[in-house]
Nanobody, 124 residues
């Protein structure tokens, strides 16, 4: 079992930056692919970014490409999502997810482990 705890969300103005963190505990952190998803009210959960356990491969949703960077610190079992130039449409609950695999994937249903989420609200 893997436990994931997100932090770093908050209320910011458009154009600001935030760094989300996801701390993992339980089973060894590798070789888990880690991902961030988000869900806005009334919308389906959508992929944001993913990173392989070595960090050698990453993937981003088109909506955040160029504004977000996913990274991980395996020594501290933590994955990060640095978000810049935030927009009101980025407002959502952001979830961290983990899957024991070597590749990146954007499909939420195949990730077995999820955190409780952290709220990000971007005001205009």
């Amino acid at each position: 079992q893997v436990q994931l705890v997100e932090s770093g969300g908050g209320l910011v103005q458009a154009g600001a930056s935030l760094r989300l963190s996801c701390a993992a505990s339980g089973r060894p952190f590798s070789p888990y692919t880690m991902a961030w998803f988000r869900q806005a009210p009334g919308k389906e959960r959508e992929f944001v970014a993913a990173i392989t356990w070595t960090g050698s491969s990453t993937s981003y949703a088109d909506s955040v490409k160029g504004r977000c960077t996913i990274s991980r610190d395996n020594a501290n079992n933590t994955v990060y999502l640095q978000m810049t130039s935030l927009k009101p449409e980025d407002t959502a609950v952001y979830y961290c997810a983990a899957r024991r695999t070597l590749g990146v994937t954007a499909t939420p249903t195949i990730y077995p482990y999820w955190g409780q989420g952290t709220q990000v609200t971007v005001s205009s």
